[in-house]
């Protein structure tokens, strides 16, 4: 059962913004919206050091779920240009004071990724009430949602993947070498990308769901590069039609593409 605490809701302090301000290039940035950390319900130990961190829009909701030092979440109501704090969901229990490292959303589901090693995921249309809950020992780096499966890369190149029907892990691959950087699920087919500190990146397809349940059913490589002298910092799937991929490496001007056909 979900905790209580991941319903609790909270208003921002009277030096917070609850809509956007104009810039004065309206034409470069037509919208931007201020939001003050600082909160008479909750508190940063080090305000000046205070940031957010994982951003994901929950189309379930019309929310936009934001990341914090400390492991709080805020939801944003956002309906045309009129942005408010809709709830804050505090991190879990036993997960106090982390910081978010990342956010997915899929469908109801939204999946918040710890630095303390923690997987949360909740049902946006039931209050953000948990819907899973699993702690690791190292970084939880990453994570992609899609409307049957959270795909979460850990500091240590473990990748774990996690069925939404059963509400239990389905596999655990060692998938990289180095660090899980990054994490995109493909918005139509049943794959999702992975980059690692390791200067890979690979492409795994899902079991479909006639199959998932055999016992022979895995998750398999697609494909994947090692790009020599670079390092892997971002991967996104084009979302042009296609299975074209995006992904970018450290310090590097260029983005490279890899066509799908």
Known sequence: SSSSSHSSSSSPSSSSSSSPSSSSSAAAMPCIFVFDLSSADISYPDPDAAF??????CPATDHICVGTSNGNIFAFSVAGESIELARTMPPHGTDKGACTSSIDASGDYVAVASDSGSLLVMNATEAYDE????????????VAASPDFVVAGY????????????RAIYAEIGGHSRCVMALDMHPEMRRFASVGLDS???????PSPAHIDEEEAEVRV?????????????????RNGTADLIATCYDQRQVRAYPST
């Open 52 to 57: 957010v961190r994982g951003i994901a829009a």
């Open 131 to 142: 819907v899973m809950f699993f702690s690791f020992s190292a970084p939880c780096t990453c």
């Open 155 to 166: 500091a240590t190149g473990m990748l774990r993947v996690l069925r939404l029907d059963t």
């Open 200 to 206: 890979v990146i690979t492409v795994w397809d899902l």
């Open 222 to 238: 697609a494909f994947t590069d090692l790009a020599r002298d670079a390092t892997f910092v971002g991967v996104q799937f084009s």
